[in-house]
């Protein structure tokens, strides 16, 4: 069983910064790509960002581009969410997903392709 375990969601003003986590654990899994998805009330599930091991690539939608960075800490198995210049239409649950079929060639934004989830962290961006 792999568990995957989000943290750093909060409330910020317009403007501000916040750093999520990402926390891998259970079994050894082959983590091919993972990514963080968002979700507000009545909206679909959209893609936010994904980082894929080997070789090492990010992916970024163009609404968050410039704005979030994805890294990772192997030592850690943890990824994060690094977002900056927030605005409210940012505020929405964040999801941490994980892989292990991914191997490039396409846009992995779909959420269906993810075996993996977290529970989900609230980021709220106030005006």
């Known amino acids: 069983q792999v568990q995957l375990v989000e943290s750093g969601g909060g409330l910020v003003q317009a403007g501000g910064s916040l750093r999520l986590s990402c926390a891998a654990s259970g079994r050894t899994f082959s983590r091919n790509i993972m990514g963080w998805f968002r979700q507000a009330p009545g909206k679909e599930r959209e893609f936010v960002a994904a980082?894929?091991?080997?070789?090492?690539?990010?992916y970024y939608p163009d609404s968050v581009k410039g704005r979030f960075t994805i890294s990772r800490e192997n030592a850690k198995n943890t990824v994060y969410l690094q977002m900056n210049s927030l605005k409210p239409e940012d505020t929405a649950v964040y999801y941490c997903?994980?892989?292990?079929?991914?191997?490039?060639?396409?846009?992995?934004?779909?959420?269906?392709?993810?075996?993996?989830w977290g529970q989900g962290t609230q980021v709220t961006v106030s005006s």
């Open positions: 997903a994980a892989d292990e079929n991914y191997n490039g060639g396409y846009w992995p934004g779909n959420p269906t392709l993810y075996d993996y």
């Open positions: 980082i894929r091991w080997s070789p090492y690539y990010t």
